[in-house]
C-alpha cells in the first residue's frame, strides 16, 4: 500500500528501455558487412564468437539462434560489462585467429581507423539508418594480428580494429506500452528513458510509444563532459539519455532529487540497482534480476508494464479517500474543542453529553467510511496542511460562533421557562426522569438547562456535518465552494441524504433521543434551529467561493478540483 501511495506522488517516472518499455525478446535482424568479405563468412565468425564466450546474455542468445557457428576454444577473454559496453575474445587457432569484438559503436570508435569511425563513412550511415528505425545496432569488429586482451598489469586492453559488419537486432514494445505512457503524460506526470543503448535508437523507440518528434536526447559520454550544474539542468530538461552507465543513472535520478521532484524509477537489470535504489520509489520487472528485485519497493508481477496506471489510480484514488476523511474527523474535532472552550469562558456549564459522543457514528464515522471506499482519485498536493487549515477552520469558527450562540439562547430560555410556576408535568417528569434531580431542588434548574441546550448545539452541529459532505462530493452546481467541479458520483449525497433522514427518525423517536442524549423540543425551537443550519449553509460557501479564508491570511487562491 505504501508503494501505491508513493507511486501516485510521483512528477517523474524514468524508465529503462531493454526489459522494460520492450519485452527483452531480442531477435537477430540483418548483418551488415563492412571490409567486403562475404556476408556468410562474417555469419560465420559471428556465430563462433557468440558460441565461444564463457557467458551469455540475451544478445549473444539471439545472435545464436539467428546465425550458424560452433564453439571455439578461446586464448583470452573480456566479458561483457555494463560499463564497457563490449566483450572480446581473442583466438589462437590457424581457423580462426586473433582479436574479435562485439559491441556498442560508440564506446568502439575510438579503436577503429579514422576513415571507418568518421560521421560520413559507410558504418555510420548504416548506423544511423538502423537507428532511426529502432533497433539495437551493435559493431563487430577484430584484429588478426593480435591473440592477447590484457596488458602487462593484467588490466583490459583492445587492440586497434578493422570493422568487419554492423550487427541489428529487434525487440518488442511491451503490450500497452504506449496507451500507458500516454496516461501518465495527461496526469502530469514527466516521462524519462534511461537507457545503455544508443541515443538514436532509444529516441526512435520512445517516439513509438508517445513522446514528440522533437525529443531531447544526450549520451553518456556527453554527460561526463558536463558541470555539476549544467548535468542538473540536462536531467531536468532531456528526456532520452542513451549509452548510460549505471553510475549515471544514479547520477540523474539524484539531480531529479535535488530539484524537489519524485521520482519513480523502473528497471530489470543489475545495471539499474543503484538508481532503483536512489530513486524515490523503485519499480522492478517480475523476470528482472534478483538484485533488481530485492532493492525494489514494488515489482510488476508479469512485466506488465500496463498494471502501472491502474496502481497510480488506485494510489491516487487512497489519497483522496484519506483526504476526506481526514477533513471531516479534523473539522468535528477542531468545532467541538472550539465550543468547549468558548462556552467554557462564559461560565455555562459544559456543552457536550456523553451519550451524545454516539452521534459521531452518524456525523464521521459512516461518511468517512463510505468517502474513503466511494473516493475518486486526487492529486497529494505538497501544501496539504494549508489546504486542511481552509476547510477546517472557516468550519470550525462558523460552528463555534453560531453552536455557542444556539447553547447560550436555549440554556437561558430554558432556564428562564423552567422557573415559571405554570410548568406542564410531563415536561418536569422528562427532566426528572432524564437527570435524576427532583423538581424544585436547587440543582434541577441548572442541570435541565443544560440537557435543553445540549440537544440543541448537537442538532446542529450534526446537521451541518451532513452538509460538509455535499460540500466535498457536490451533486449539482449549487453546492460547489469547496469543490470547484460538480461530482459524478451522486452515492455521497444519497448517503448525505440518508444520515439526515436517519438523524430525523433518532430525534422524533423518544427512546432512541433519550439514548443519544436528544430531547424533544417544541416545533418552533426545532425549526429555528434547521433555520440557522441554512444560514450556516450559505455563509460558509460564501466564504469558500469568495475565498475569504485565503485573503485574510494572504494565501495562494487556489482550491481543490
Not at 568502439?108 to 539508418?129: D, F, I
Not at 552507465?245 to 545495471?271: F, H, I, T, Y
Not at 468517502?371 to 463555534?400: E, G, K
Not at 459532505?469 to 441524504?497: Q, Y
Request: charged share 15%.
Amino acid at each position: 500500500v505504501n508503494a501505491i501511495e508513493s507511486l501516485s506522488n510521483i512528477d517523474v517516472l524514468c524508465t529503462d528501455k531493454t526489459g522494460t518499455l520492450t519485452a527483452n525478446r531480442l531477435q537477430f535482424n540483418a548483418l551488415y558487412p563492412l571490409n567486403g568479405a562475404p556476408a556468410e563468412t562474417i555469419e560465420s565468425q559471428l556465430g563462433d564468437f557468440v558460441r565461444s564466450a564463457a557467458t551469455t546474455n540475451k544478445t549473444s542468445e539471439a545472435i545464436m539462434a539467428g546465425l550458424p557457428g560452433q564453439p571455439r576454444a578461446t586464448a583470452d577473454e573480456i566479458p561483457f560489462a555494463s560499463a564497457r559496453k563490449w566483450s572480446a575474445l581473442a583466438f589462437d587457432q590457424p581457423e580462426r585467429r586473433g582479436v574479435y569484438v562485439l559491441g556498442a559503436v560508440e564506446m568502439l570508435q575510438r579503436y577503429l581507423p579514422p576513415a571507418a569511425a568518421a560521421g560520413t563513412s559507410t558504418l555510420s550511415r548504416q548506423v544511423q539508418t538502423w537507428s532511426d528505425q529502432g533497433l539495437r545496432v551493435l559493431l563487430f569488429a577484430y584484429n588478426p594480428q593480435v591473440t592477447t586482451l590484457h596488458n602487462g598489469q593484467a588490466e583490459p586492453k583492445l587492440p586497434s580494429l578493422t570493422p568487419l559488419a554492423v550487427v541489428s537486432l529487434s525487440d518488442e514494445l511491451r503490450p500497452q506500452t504506449k496507451e500507458t505512457i500516454t496516461a501518465f503524460k495527461q496526469l502530469g506526470v514527466e516521462l524519462k528513458v534511461i537507457s545503455g543503448d544508443n541515443p538514436q535508437t532509444v529516441a526512435a523507440l520512445a517516439k513509438q510509444v508517445g513522446f514528440p518528434p522533437d525529443v531531447k536526447l544526450v549520451s553518456g559520454p556527453q554527460l561526463a563532459e558536463m558541470s555539476p550544474a549544467e548535468f542538473a539542468q540536462t536531467a531536468d530538461e532531456v528526456s532520452i539519455f542513451g549509452r548510460i552507465s549505471p553510475e549515471q543513472k544514479e547520477k540523474l535520478v539524484d539531480a531529479l532529487l535535488r530539484q524537489g521532484k519524485r521520482v519513480a524509477m523502473m528497471g530489470d537489470g543489475v545495471n539499474d540497482v543503484l538508481s532503483l535504489k536512489k530513486a524515490s520509489l523503485g519499480i522492478a520487472m517480475e523476470s528482472g534480476s534478483s538484485a533488481t528485485r530485492n532493492v525494489a519497493d514494488m515489482i510488476l508481477l508479469k512485466d506488465s508494464f500496463a498494471a502501472l496506471r491502474p496502481a497510480f489510480n488506485e494510489g491516487r484514488r487512497i489519497i483522496g479517500g484519506m483526504s476526506s476523511a481526514l477533513f471531516l474527523f479534523l473539522a468535528r474535532v477542531t468545532s467541538t474543542t472550539l465550543i468547549i472552550i468558548a462556552v467554557t469562558m462564559t461560565g455555562i456549564s459544559f456543552p457536550f453529553d456523553p451519550a451524545q459522543v454516539a452521534l459521531t457514528t452518524f456525523t464521521v464515522g459512516i461518511p468517512a467510511f463510505f468517502l474513503t471506499l466511494w473516493a475518486r482519485p486526487q492529486v497529494l498536493r505538497r501544501d496539504i496542511l494549508s489546504l486542511v487549515a481552509r476547510f477546517v477552520f472557516p468550519v470550525s469558527i462558523l460552528n463555534m460562533l453560531f453552536g455557542v450562540a444556539i447553547y447560550a439562547w436555549d440554556y437561558f430560555r430554558a432556564l428562564e421557562g423552567l422557573s415559571q410556576p405554570d410548568i406542564p408535568e410531563r415536561a418536569k417528569f422528562m427532566f426528572e426522569s432524564y437527570t435524576g434531580v427532583a423538581f424544585g431542588t436547587e440543582e434541577f434548574g441548572s442541570a435541565a438547562a443544560t440537557i435543553a441546550a445540549q440537544g440543541s448545539l448537537s442538532i446542529f452541529i450534526s446537521c451541518t456535518a451532513f452538509l460538509l459532505i455535499l460540500f466535498l462530493e457536490p451533486p449539482f452546481p449549487f453546492f460547489l465552494g469547496w469543490r470547484r467541479n460538480v461530482s459524478s458520483d451522486k452515492r455521497p449525497a444519497l448517503l448525505a441524504l440518508g444520515l439526515f433522514i436517519l438523524f430525523q427518525i433518532i430525534y422524533f423517536e423518544p427512546l432512541l433521543g433519550s439514548y443519544f442524549g436528544i430531547l424533544h423540543k417544541p416545533s418552533g425551537t426545532y425549526f429555528g434551529i434547521l433555520g440557522l443550519v441554512v444560514v450556516w449553509f450559505f455563509l460558509i460557501r460564501t466564504v469558500w467561493r469568495a475565498q475569504i479564508f485565503e485573503r485574510f491570511l494572504g494565501l495562494d487562491k487556489d482550491s481543490p478540483g
